[in-house]
Protein backbone atom coordinates (compact mmCIF):
# COMPACT_ATOMS: atom_id res chain seq x y z
CA UNK A 1 0.00 0.00 0.00
CA UNK A 2 1.20 4.04 -1.04
CA UNK A 3 -0.23 6.75 0.03
CA UNK A 4 0.26 10.33 -0.08
CA UNK A 5 0.41 12.10 2.34
CA UNK A 6 0.38 16.48 2.35
CA UNK A 7 0.96 18.87 5.02
CA UNK A 8 3.55 16.88 6.63
CA UNK A 9 6.18 19.27 8.58
CA UNK A 10 3.96 19.33 11.33
CA UNK A 11 5.08 17.53 14.27
CA UNK A 12 2.08 15.13 14.97
CA UNK A 13 2.02 14.22 11.13
CA UNK A 14 5.58 12.60 11.00
CA UNK A 15 4.17 10.54 14.42
CA UNK A 16 1.51 9.59 12.21
CA UNK A 17 3.43 8.61 9.15
CA UNK A 18 5.53 7.16 11.16
CA UNK A 19 2.71 4.67 12.35
CA UNK A 20 2.25 3.61 9.00
CA UNK A 21 5.58 2.84 8.74
CA UNK A 22 5.34 0.11 11.46
CA UNK A 23 1.79 -1.23 9.66
CA UNK A 24 5.08 -1.64 6.48
CA UNK A 25 3.13 1.33 4.49
CA UNK A 26 5.19 3.37 2.36
CA UNK A 27 4.64 7.22 2.09
CA UNK A 28 4.84 9.86 -0.47
CA UNK A 29 5.31 12.98 2.29
CA UNK A 30 4.47 16.33 0.72
CA UNK A 31 4.90 20.32 2.47
CA UNK A 32 6.74 23.11 1.94
CA UNK A 33 9.82 21.82 3.53
CA UNK A 34 12.84 20.62 1.63
CA UNK A 35 13.69 18.54 5.04
CA UNK A 36 11.43 18.23 7.65
CA UNK A 37 10.74 15.40 10.33
CA UNK A 38 8.32 13.75 8.41
CA UNK A 39 10.43 13.55 5.19
CA UNK A 40 13.15 11.78 7.49
CA UNK A 41 11.26 8.91 8.23
CA UNK A 42 12.38 5.39 6.71
CA UNK A 43 9.02 4.92 5.36
CA UNK A 44 9.08 7.80 3.45
CA UNK A 45 10.11 6.55 0.24
CA UNK A 46 9.37 9.75 -1.63
CA UNK A 47 9.87 13.73 -0.88
CA UNK A 48 7.83 16.03 -2.48
CA UNK A 49 8.55 20.15 -1.99
CA UNK A 50 5.49 21.76 -2.85
CA UNK A 51 4.49 25.33 -2.16
CA UNK A 52 2.19 26.73 0.68
CA UNK A 53 -1.52 25.54 0.14
CA UNK A 54 -2.10 29.63 1.32
CA UNK A 55 0.37 31.54 -0.78
CA UNK A 56 -0.01 29.71 -3.90
CA UNK A 57 -2.83 27.64 -3.87
CA UNK A 58 -3.77 26.70 -7.68
CA UNK A 59 0.06 25.89 -8.10
CA UNK A 60 -0.21 23.85 -5.20
CA UNK A 61 -3.35 21.87 -6.47
CA UNK A 62 -1.85 21.17 -9.79
CA UNK A 63 1.43 20.16 -8.15
CA UNK A 64 -0.56 17.43 -6.00
CA UNK A 65 -2.85 16.69 -9.00
CA UNK A 66 0.46 16.56 -10.94
CA UNK A 67 1.80 13.72 -8.63
CA UNK A 68 -1.76 11.69 -8.68
CA UNK A 69 -1.70 11.55 -12.15
CA UNK A 70 1.82 10.11 -12.31
CA UNK A 71 1.36 7.25 -9.75
CA UNK A 72 -1.08 4.89 -8.30
CA UNK A 73 -2.05 5.71 -4.50
CA UNK A 74 -3.84 4.32 -2.39
CA UNK A 75 -5.21 7.07 -0.16
CA UNK A 76 -4.35 11.18 -0.42
CA UNK A 77 -3.90 12.05 3.51
CA UNK A 78 -4.20 15.45 4.49
CA UNK A 79 -2.96 16.68 7.97
CA UNK A 80 -3.63 20.02 7.95
CA UNK A 81 -6.02 22.67 6.73
CA UNK A 82 -5.49 21.46 2.72
CA UNK A 83 -8.21 19.10 3.66
CA UNK A 84 -10.21 22.05 3.11
CA UNK A 85 -9.14 22.56 -0.45
CA UNK A 86 -9.24 18.86 -1.58
CA UNK A 87 -12.78 18.81 -0.36
CA UNK A 88 -13.39 21.59 -2.84
CA UNK A 89 -11.75 19.87 -5.73
CA UNK A 90 -13.19 16.31 -4.50
CA UNK A 91 -14.98 15.29 -7.47
CA UNK A 92 -12.01 15.62 -9.25
CA UNK A 93 -9.57 13.85 -7.22
CA UNK A 94 -11.50 11.04 -5.97
CA UNK A 95 -11.16 9.89 -9.99
CA UNK A 96 -7.93 9.24 -9.38
CA UNK A 97 -7.66 8.37 -5.64
CA UNK A 98 -9.38 7.30 -2.13
CA UNK A 99 -9.96 10.60 -0.11
CA UNK A 100 -11.27 9.60 3.56
CA UNK A 101 -13.17 13.15 3.69
CA UNK A 102 -16.67 14.52 4.11
CA UNK A 103 -17.97 17.43 1.65
CA UNK A 104 -17.18 20.98 1.38
CA UNK A 105 -20.20 22.30 2.96
CA UNK A 106 -19.97 20.19 6.09
CA UNK A 107 -16.25 20.68 6.73
CA UNK A 108 -17.07 24.31 6.68
CA UNK A 109 -20.18 24.42 8.74
CA UNK A 110 -17.94 23.21 11.39
CA UNK A 111 -14.11 25.25 10.53
CA UNK A 112 -16.41 28.32 10.14
CA UNK A 113 -17.19 29.56 13.90
CA UNK A 114 -20.24 31.50 13.17
CA UNK A 115 -21.33 28.65 11.33
CA UNK A 116 -20.62 25.70 14.12
CA UNK A 117 -22.33 28.29 16.69
CA UNK A 118 -25.08 27.98 14.47
CA UNK A 119 -24.95 24.57 14.10
CA UNK A 120 -25.20 23.96 17.58
CA UNK A 121 -27.95 26.18 18.30
CA UNK A 122 -29.90 24.19 15.67
CA UNK A 123 -29.05 20.97 17.37
CA UNK A 124 -29.30 22.55 21.14
CA UNK A 125 -25.62 21.60 21.90
CA UNK A 126 -24.08 24.23 24.31
CA UNK A 127 -21.75 27.07 22.57
CA UNK A 128 -20.98 30.47 23.73
CA UNK A 129 -22.92 33.62 23.04
CA UNK A 130 -22.07 34.68 19.34
CA UNK A 131 -22.45 37.67 17.25
CA UNK A 132 -21.21 38.72 13.74
CA UNK A 133 -21.37 42.22 12.95
CA UNK A 134 -19.69 43.15 9.78
CA UNK A 135 -19.42 46.52 10.59
CA UNK A 136 -18.69 49.04 13.61
CA UNK A 137 -22.52 50.75 12.37
CA UNK A 138 -23.35 46.65 12.96
CA UNK A 139 -21.36 46.54 16.58
CA UNK A 140 -23.09 50.10 18.24
CA UNK A 141 -26.15 48.53 19.09
CA UNK A 142 -24.84 45.12 20.87
CA UNK A 143 -22.32 47.00 23.31
CA UNK A 144 -24.83 47.45 26.06
CA UNK A 145 -26.32 44.23 25.30
CA UNK A 146 -22.70 42.10 25.59
CA UNK A 147 -21.53 40.41 28.88
CA UNK A 148 -18.25 41.25 29.62
CA UNK A 149 -15.36 40.04 29.37
CA UNK A 150 -16.25 39.08 25.54
CA UNK A 151 -13.58 37.30 23.12
CA UNK A 152 -12.74 38.35 19.39
CA UNK A 153 -11.90 35.96 17.43
CA UNK A 154 -11.49 35.57 13.48
CA UNK A 155 -14.31 33.53 12.26
CA UNK A 156 -11.80 30.91 10.71
CA UNK A 157 -8.54 31.05 12.76
CA UNK A 158 -6.73 28.45 14.18
CA UNK A 159 -3.86 28.08 17.07
CA UNK A 160 -5.19 30.94 18.95
CA UNK A 161 -4.04 33.33 15.83
CA UNK A 162 -5.79 36.89 16.42
CA UNK A 163 -7.71 35.82 19.16
CA UNK A 164 -8.52 39.24 21.83
CA UNK A 165 -10.17 39.57 25.37
CA UNK A 166 -12.25 42.19 25.52
CA UNK A 167 -13.07 43.59 29.16
CA UNK A 168 -14.98 46.49 28.11
CA UNK A 169 -16.64 48.55 25.60
CA UNK A 170 -14.39 50.51 24.73
CA UNK A 171 -11.68 47.58 24.42
CA UNK A 172 -14.20 45.71 22.14
CA UNK A 173 -14.96 49.03 20.00
CA UNK A 174 -10.87 49.60 19.52
CA UNK A 175 -9.93 46.03 18.79
CA UNK A 176 -12.71 45.12 16.27
CA UNK A 177 -11.77 48.45 14.63
CA UNK A 178 -8.37 47.37 14.06
CA UNK A 179 -9.36 43.59 13.56
CA UNK A 180 -11.65 44.78 10.90
CA UNK A 181 -9.65 47.05 9.24
CA UNK A 182 -6.52 43.82 8.82
CA UNK A 183 -9.75 41.96 7.67
CA UNK A 184 -10.49 44.49 5.06
CA UNK A 185 -7.25 44.42 3.58
CA UNK A 186 -6.76 40.78 3.24
CA UNK A 187 -10.12 40.31 1.98
CA UNK A 188 -11.63 37.82 5.16
CA UNK A 189 -14.53 38.58 7.22
CA UNK A 190 -14.26 40.71 10.53
CA UNK A 191 -13.95 39.36 13.56
CA UNK A 192 -17.03 37.25 15.44
CA UNK A 193 -17.61 38.12 18.99
CA UNK A 194 -18.23 35.99 21.79
CA UNK A 195 -19.22 35.70 25.76
CA UNK A 196 -15.53 34.76 27.48
CA UNK A 197 -16.26 31.02 29.31
CA UNK A 198 -14.47 30.88 31.96
CA UNK A 199 -13.07 27.25 32.81
CA UNK A 200 -11.15 24.61 32.37
CA UNK A 201 -10.28 23.73 28.58
CA UNK A 202 -10.97 20.21 27.00
CA UNK A 203 -9.66 19.18 23.70
CA UNK A 204 -10.92 16.15 21.93
CA UNK A 205 -9.63 14.07 18.60
CA UNK A 206 -11.92 11.49 16.84
CA UNK A 207 -11.91 9.60 13.59
CA UNK A 208 -15.08 8.60 11.93
CA UNK A 209 -16.39 6.29 9.20
CA UNK A 210 -19.72 7.66 7.49
CA UNK A 211 -20.70 9.52 10.78
CA UNK A 212 -19.79 6.03 12.84
CA UNK A 213 -17.08 7.24 15.84
CA UNK A 214 -14.18 4.83 15.05
CA UNK A 215 -12.26 5.97 17.88
CA UNK A 216 -11.96 9.19 20.22
CA UNK A 217 -9.42 10.16 22.63
CA UNK A 218 -10.46 13.13 25.46
CA UNK A 219 -7.95 15.21 26.63
CA UNK A 220 -6.76 17.98 29.42
CA UNK A 221 -4.20 20.15 28.62
CA UNK A 222 -2.05 20.15 31.68
CA UNK A 223 0.16 22.71 30.08
CA UNK A 224 -0.53 24.88 26.90
CA UNK A 225 1.13 27.29 24.16
CA UNK A 226 0.07 30.39 24.71
CA UNK A 227 -0.70 29.87 28.72
CA UNK A 228 -3.89 31.53 28.72
CA UNK A 229 -5.00 28.62 26.33
CA UNK A 230 -4.01 28.15 22.89
CA UNK A 231 -2.17 24.47 21.57
CA UNK A 232 -1.87 21.58 24.24
CA UNK A 233 1.99 21.50 25.26
CA UNK A 234 1.31 18.27 27.71
CA UNK A 235 -1.60 16.70 27.62
CA UNK A 236 -3.57 13.64 29.40
CA UNK A 237 -6.53 11.31 28.02
CA UNK A 238 -9.79 11.50 30.22
CA UNK A 239 -12.89 10.49 30.48
CA UNK A 240 -15.81 12.76 29.97
CA UNK A 241 -19.56 11.40 28.96
CA UNK A 242 -20.86 14.33 28.16
CA UNK A 243 -18.28 15.62 25.69
CA UNK A 244 -18.74 11.99 24.39
CA UNK A 245 -22.37 12.60 23.85
CA UNK A 246 -21.98 16.00 22.08
CA UNK A 247 -19.10 14.60 19.68
CA UNK A 248 -21.30 11.55 19.25
CA UNK A 249 -23.96 13.88 17.93
CA UNK A 250 -21.93 16.17 15.42
CA UNK A 251 -20.36 13.05 14.12
CA UNK A 252 -23.70 11.47 13.62
CA UNK A 253 -25.68 14.90 12.13
CA UNK A 254 -22.62 15.51 9.55
CA UNK A 255 -22.30 11.67 8.55
CA UNK A 256 -18.50 12.92 8.97
CA UNK A 257 -16.15 10.70 7.72
CA UNK A 258 -12.11 11.11 8.87
CA UNK A 259 -10.36 13.18 11.75
CA UNK A 260 -11.97 15.97 13.74
CA UNK A 261 -11.05 17.63 17.09
CA UNK A 262 -12.88 19.59 18.93
CA UNK A 263 -12.24 22.47 21.73
CA UNK A 264 -14.59 22.60 24.46
CA UNK A 265 -14.06 25.14 27.81
CA UNK A 266 -15.86 23.42 30.54
CA UNK A 267 -17.87 26.21 33.15
CA UNK A 268 -16.01 26.60 35.87
CA UNK A 269 -19.78 26.86 37.96
CA UNK A 270 -21.82 24.77 35.92
CA UNK A 271 -19.29 22.36 34.76
CA UNK A 272 -21.63 22.87 31.33
CA UNK A 273 -18.94 22.13 28.46
CA UNK A 274 -19.39 24.29 25.66
CA UNK A 275 -18.34 24.06 22.25
CA UNK A 276 -16.10 26.89 20.52
CA UNK A 277 -13.95 24.96 18.22
CA UNK A 278 -13.38 22.80 15.62
CA UNK A 279 -10.95 21.36 13.51
CA UNK A 280 -11.35 19.12 10.36
CA UNK A 281 -8.16 18.17 10.48
CA UNK A 282 -5.52 16.21 12.88
CA UNK A 283 -4.31 17.20 16.02
CA UNK A 284 -1.55 17.10 18.25
CA UNK A 285 -3.33 14.37 19.98
CA UNK A 286 -2.38 11.78 17.49
CA UNK A 287 0.73 11.66 19.20
CA UNK A 288 -1.37 10.73 22.73
CA UNK A 289 -3.81 8.40 20.91
CA UNK A 290 -1.48 6.23 19.67
CA UNK A 291 0.04 6.06 23.65
CA UNK A 292 -3.01 5.02 24.88
CA UNK A 293 -3.70 2.41 22.22
CA UNK A 294 -5.56 3.87 19.15
CA UNK A 295 -3.43 2.91 16.07
CA UNK A 296 -5.11 5.88 14.16
CA UNK A 297 -2.85 4.41 10.65
CA UNK A 298 -4.66 1.05 11.03
CA UNK A 299 -7.82 2.31 11.28
CA UNK A 300 -7.31 4.86 7.93
CA UNK A 301 -6.34 1.48 5.92
CA UNK A 302 -8.68 -0.03 7.21
CA UNK A 303 -11.26 2.54 6.10
CA UNK A 304 -9.50 3.35 2.55
CA UNK A 305 -9.98 -0.39 2.01
CA UNK A 306 -13.49 -0.40 2.23
CA UNK A 307 -13.53 -1.67 5.89
CA UNK A 308 -15.85 -0.93 8.71
CA UNK A 309 -13.12 -0.81 11.68
CA UNK A 310 -14.12 -1.81 15.43
CA UNK A 311 -14.23 0.65 17.78
CA UNK A 312 -11.09 0.84 19.81
CA UNK A 313 -11.31 2.68 23.34
CA UNK A 314 -8.16 4.76 24.40
CA UNK A 315 -6.96 4.26 27.85
CA UNK A 316 -7.30 6.62 30.59
CA UNK A 317 -4.73 8.95 32.07
CA UNK A 318 -1.97 8.97 29.81
CA UNK A 319 0.46 11.63 29.76
CA UNK A 320 2.33 12.89 27.05
CA UNK A 321 4.32 16.30 25.82
CA UNK A 322 5.09 17.81 22.67
CA UNK A 323 8.65 18.46 22.65
CA UNK A 324 9.10 21.83 20.64
CA UNK A 325 5.58 23.13 21.77
CA UNK A 326 7.45 22.67 25.23
CA UNK A 327 10.62 24.02 24.52
CA UNK A 328 8.61 27.01 22.26
CA UNK A 329 6.46 27.36 26.18
CA UNK A 330 10.00 28.03 28.08
CA UNK A 331 11.64 30.81 25.69
CA UNK A 332 7.98 31.97 25.61
CA UNK A 333 8.25 32.13 29.43
CA UNK A 334 11.61 33.74 29.11
CA UNK A 335 11.27 36.94 27.21
CA UNK A 336 12.32 40.13 29.32
CA UNK A 337 9.97 42.22 31.17
CA UNK A 338 8.89 42.83 34.96
CA UNK A 339 9.61 40.77 37.35
CA UNK A 340 11.91 38.69 34.77
CA UNK A 341 14.68 37.30 37.27
CA UNK A 342 11.57 35.76 39.02
CA UNK A 343 9.73 34.66 36.63
CA UNK A 344 12.14 32.74 34.60
CA UNK A 345 13.06 30.83 37.75
CA UNK A 346 10.07 29.85 38.07
CA UNK A 347 9.51 29.17 34.29
CA UNK A 348 12.57 26.81 34.47
CA UNK A 349 11.32 24.86 37.37
CA UNK A 350 8.15 24.38 36.02
CA UNK A 351 9.77 23.28 32.98
CA UNK A 352 13.07 21.05 34.69
CA UNK A 353 10.30 19.18 37.22
CA UNK A 354 7.08 19.14 36.58
CA UNK A 355 3.94 17.90 39.09
CA UNK A 356 3.46 15.16 36.71
CA UNK A 357 4.75 11.87 35.77
CA UNK A 358 4.71 10.82 31.54
CA UNK A 359 4.04 8.44 29.33
CA UNK A 360 5.94 9.79 26.66
CA UNK A 361 8.72 12.41 27.16
CA UNK A 362 8.69 13.80 23.29
CA UNK A 363 7.14 13.02 20.13
CA UNK A 364 10.55 13.29 18.66
CA UNK A 365 12.48 10.96 20.72
CA UNK A 366 14.77 8.07 19.01
CA UNK A 367 11.98 5.35 19.10
CA UNK A 368 10.04 7.72 17.10
CA UNK A 369 11.80 8.53 14.46
CA UNK A 370 15.56 8.75 14.83
CA UNK A 371 17.99 11.72 15.50
CA UNK A 372 17.27 13.26 11.84
CA UNK A 373 13.43 13.51 12.50
CA UNK A 374 14.23 15.10 15.70
CA UNK A 375 16.72 17.37 13.93
CA UNK A 376 14.34 18.27 11.07
CA UNK A 377 11.94 18.87 13.69
CA UNK A 378 13.98 20.84 15.66
CA UNK A 379 15.08 23.21 12.92
CA UNK A 380 11.22 23.75 11.86
CA UNK A 381 11.10 25.13 15.53
CA UNK A 382 14.05 27.57 14.92
CA UNK A 383 13.08 28.80 11.86
CA UNK A 384 9.53 29.43 13.37
CA UNK A 385 11.09 31.47 16.15
CA UNK A 386 13.52 33.67 13.84
CA UNK A 387 10.19 34.34 11.80
CA UNK A 388 8.31 35.27 14.77
CA UNK A 389 11.27 37.42 15.80
CA UNK A 390 11.48 39.21 12.55
CA UNK A 391 7.95 39.55 11.64
CA UNK A 392 6.46 40.47 14.97
CA UNK A 393 4.13 37.62 14.53
CA UNK A 394 2.88 35.25 17.62
CA UNK A 395 5.38 31.82 17.26
CA UNK A 396 2.40 29.80 17.29
CA UNK A 397 1.59 31.88 13.89
CA UNK A 398 4.79 31.19 12.50
CA UNK A 399 4.83 27.96 12.77
CA UNK A 400 2.03 27.04 11.08
CA UNK A 401 1.74 29.98 8.19
CA UNK A 402 3.12 27.23 5.53
CA UNK A 403 0.26 25.06 6.62
CA UNK A 404 -2.99 27.07 6.70
CA UNK A 405 -5.52 27.57 4.28
CA UNK A 406 -8.13 30.33 4.52
CA UNK A 407 -10.95 29.10 2.11
CA UNK A 408 -11.54 31.22 -1.36
CA UNK A 409 -12.46 30.74 -4.64
CA UNK A 410 -10.01 29.62 -7.68
CA UNK A 411 -10.18 30.46 -11.34
CA UNK A 412 -10.67 26.28 -11.96
CA UNK A 413 -13.96 26.24 -12.68
CA UNK A 414 -14.89 23.76 -9.17
CA UNK A 415 -14.31 25.76 -6.92
CA UNK A 416 -17.58 26.76 -5.14
CA UNK A 417 -17.86 30.63 -5.15
CA UNK A 418 -17.47 33.50 -2.95
CA UNK A 419 -21.50 34.22 -2.25
CA UNK A 420 -21.77 29.63 -1.97
CA UNK A 421 -19.24 29.40 0.32
CA UNK A 422 -20.58 32.51 2.79
CA UNK A 423 -23.84 30.35 2.35
CA UNK A 424 -22.93 27.44 3.12
CA UNK A 425 -22.20 29.29 6.36
Request: glycine share 6%; net charge neutral; charged share 20%.
Amino acid sequence: MHLLATGTSSFFAARLIQGFGELGVSVTAADSSHWSGSKSLPNVTRRLHVPSPNRETELYLDLVEEELNRRDYDLLLPTFEEGLLFAQHADVLRRRVKLLLPPFETMWQLHHKPSLHQFCTRLSLPSPNTSTPQTQDELQPLLDKLRYPVVLKPPAGNNSIGRVFCDSAEDLVREFHQHSATSSSILIEPPMVQERIIGQPIYTLMLCDSGRKVAEVIYRPLRTFPDDGGTSVVRESIAHPDIADITETVARETNWTGFLGFDFLVDEITKMPYLIDANPRPNPAVQLGFCAGINWAALLIEMAQGHRPTRVMPRLGVRVRSAVLDWAWLLHGLKPGRDWVTKSRQRLREFLTPPWSLEARGDISRGFGGRSCATATILHGIISSIRATVTGKSLGETMVEDLCYEVRPLNRGCLPKTSAIRKAA
